[in-house]
């Protein structure tokens, strides 16, 4: 069975300076990997998405993820954080025809 | 945004009563999922369905229940609600692919039980 580990349950970041969300799975077999986001008192939004092909997928707000099969790892990065990106992260994983597991989730916190 | 509503948005009952939580959307997406979230824990998924009356367990089943007698409904019952099921519950639905794709979250309900 997958899993799903997310390093770090905060993350607290100034603004403008980069950031990495830390994200490590389990599977035997292959995976499609996903970022999650919620913004306090809503639902979940997909942010990102690896299924197949290139190895670095973006968002449209300036995150992206590299997905390194050896690492078993799919982290998330930003290279300069704004206050509206304070949120809790998550990372999931899924094999084929098989549901979704989700990691615990990162709360990134903006500093002034 | 995807057209998923839950109902209520909040709620508060005590030991022992029975809730119902309604997912309603408006996509026409064959796949409904029922998450709980707490601290620490993440989602996890609860039960789902993939299609009128086909459902299945997840994770952390025990102790509820759920129907889907109409495409754009999925009710999730709490027969007997207990305090460790004090949570947020979130409703999400997929696209036609099925489990590995996207799926689109509703607002959540938060529960408390008393």
């Known amino acids: 069975a997958q899993s799903v580990t997310q390093l770090d349950s905060q993350v607290p970041v100034f603004e403008e300076a980069p950031v990495e969300l830390r994200c490590n799975y389990s599977?035997?077999?292959?995976?499609?990997l996903f970022w999650y986001v919620q913004y306090p008192n809503q639902g979940l939004q997909l942010l990102l998405k690896y299924l197949s092909g290139s190895t670095l997928v973006e968002s449209i707000n300036g995150f992206e993820a590299e997905f390194n099969k050896s690492q078993t790892s799919f982290h998330l990065r930003k290279p300069s954080v704004h206050i509206s990106d304070t949120a809790e992260y998550f990372c999931?994983?899924?094999?084929?025809?098989?549901?979704?597991?989700f990691g615990k989730g990162t709360r990134l916190h903006i500093l002034p | 945004d995807a057209g998923i509503t839950q109902s209520p948005r909040h709620k508060v009952t005590e030991t022992g009563t029975p809730v119902t939580l309604r997912c309603h959307q408006t996509?026409?997406?064959?796949?409904m999922y029922w998450y709980r979230q707490d601290p620490g824990h993440g989602l996890r998924l609860i039960h789902y369905?993939?299609?009128?009356?086909?459902?299945d367990k997840g994770e952390v089943s025990d102790g509820y229940s759920v129907s889907r007698s109409k495409t754009e409904d999925f009710l999730l019952t709490l027969e007997s609600a207990t305090s460790s099921q004090t949570s947020v519950y979130f409703c999400?639905?997929?696209?036609?692919?099925?489990?590995?794709?996207?799926?689109?979250f509703g607002p959540g309900t938060r529960l408390t039980v008393l």
């Open positions: 599977s035997s077999v292959s995976v499609y």
């Open positions: 369905s993939y299609g009128v009356k086909d459902t």
């Open positions: 999931a994983v899924s094999v084929r025809d098989d549901k979704i597991i």
């Open positions: 999400a639905i997929s696209d036609p692919a099925g489990l590995t794709d996207t799926q689109y």
């Open positions: 996509e026409n997406h064959r796949y």
